[in-house]
T-cell receptor, first 115, second 111 residues
């Protein structure tokens, strides 16, 4: 079975440019999470969706960040305009959420570098 | 400020040694998960504990949830080079699987 798929795996862009990260969750999972990982701050939850609806976006750092989940098999995280401090590894994870303690399955991540 | 603090931050040991990693918080969690992350990959779940005082074993790994559900520990017996990685604890706070991750412990097991 395919796991969580993220694209691109690496992205290098210049400050001010728009960046779009993509995620395909595991089929049948109804929760999707976007995380950011840096050395300084560790793994931070940015936003999560349940049944395609954003439930909690309190971790989204600024209005420059936005996330969408138009259907059960696709989500995007957009940064516009990007800044050097946005450089990090961005992970998408999905979960079946049957009991509230279910496994989150993480994708391989997108390493973003903003110059 | 991290909701969950892990210690130690870094640990380098020889193969065969035992070790314990700690995950502490002032907050109460409904569940506690431990993940291992290898370079270039996403975290992979090792275990979930939900009851205060619960102990779970996974081969050479022993996980314990504190009685008050504020802390947890991971003990590895006879560590092997394959145990090398970043160990993350994550505290769950509601039924939608929202988890707060700890700062991580980077373990290196030398052959």
């Amino acid at each position: 079975d395919a796991g969580v798929i993220q694209s691109p795996r690496h992205e290098v862009t210049e400050m001010g440019q728009e960046v779009t990260l993509r995620c395909k969750p595991i089929s049948g999972h109804n929760s999707l999470f976007w995380y950011r990982q840096t050395m300084m701050r560790g793994l931070e939850l940015l936003i999560y969706f349940n049944n395609n609806v954003p439930i909690d976006d309190s971790g989204m750092p600024e209005d420059r960040f936005s996330a969408k989940m138009p259907n059960a098999s696709f989500s995007t995280l957009k940064i516009q305009p990007s800044e050097p401090r946005d450089s990090a590894v961005y992970f998408c994870a999905s979960s079946p959420v049957r009991s509230g303690t279910d496994t989150q399955y993480f994708g391989p991540g997108t390493r973003l570098t903003v110059l | 400020t991290q909701l969950l603090e892990q210690s130690p931050q870094f640990l380098s040991i020889q193969e065969g040694e035992n070790l314990t990693v700690y995950c502490n918080s002032s907050s109460v969690f409904s569940s506690l998960q431990w993940y291992r992350q290898e370079p270039g990959e996403g975290p992979v779940l090792l275990v979930t504990v939900v009851t205060g005082g619960e102990v779970k074993k996974l081969k050479r790994l022993t996980f314990q949830f504190g009685d008050a559900r504020k802390d947890s520990s991971l003990h590895i017996t006879a560590a092997q080079p394959g145990d090398t990685g970043l160990y993350l604890c994550a505290g769950g706070v509601n039924n939608f699987n929202k988890f707060y991750f700890g700062s991580g412990t980077k373990l290196n097991v030398k052959p």
